[in-house]
């Protein structure tokens, strides 16, 4: 996954014409640990798209204007807009992010 740490580097990239998956995290964030532990096979899995993550502390505007109130949370984008977003309290295992990709990609 590649770090975002700049909001224009945010904006150009939520306009792809493909989807783009957006994982926002905080580094004191039990949860976000939680979904790191199983992430990576998920990001393999669906490695035909663009993964990215913000730390929501360094970069508070994307997740301000998406209305990202629990970490972690994964959002697609896609054109600008953003498609999908699945909150913190539904990511807790890998089958429920699966069942969020395979709904929305």
């Known amino acids: 996954m590649k770090e975002i740490k700049e909001l224009s580097q945010f904006n150009d990239i939520i306009q792809s014409e493909q989807p783009v998956i957006i994982k926002f995290y905080a580094t004191w964030c039990p949860d976000c640990t939680v979904l790191n532990n199983f992430i990576g096979p ?10 990215y993550e913000v730390n929501r502390d360094e970069l508070m505007e994307p997740a301000q204007d998406y209305e990202v109130m629990g970490i972690p949370s994964l959002l697609i984008f896609k054109d600008g807009d953003k498609i999908a977003h699945l909150h913190s309290r ?5 089958e429920q992010v699966e069942t969020f990709l395979q709904a929305h990609l």
Not at 90 to 94: N, R, S, W
Request: hydrophobic share 25%; no cysteine; charged share 40%.
């Open 42 to 51: 998920v990001v393999e899995q669906y490695n035909d798209y663009e993964w």
């Open 90 to 94: 539904d990511a807790k295992t890998k």
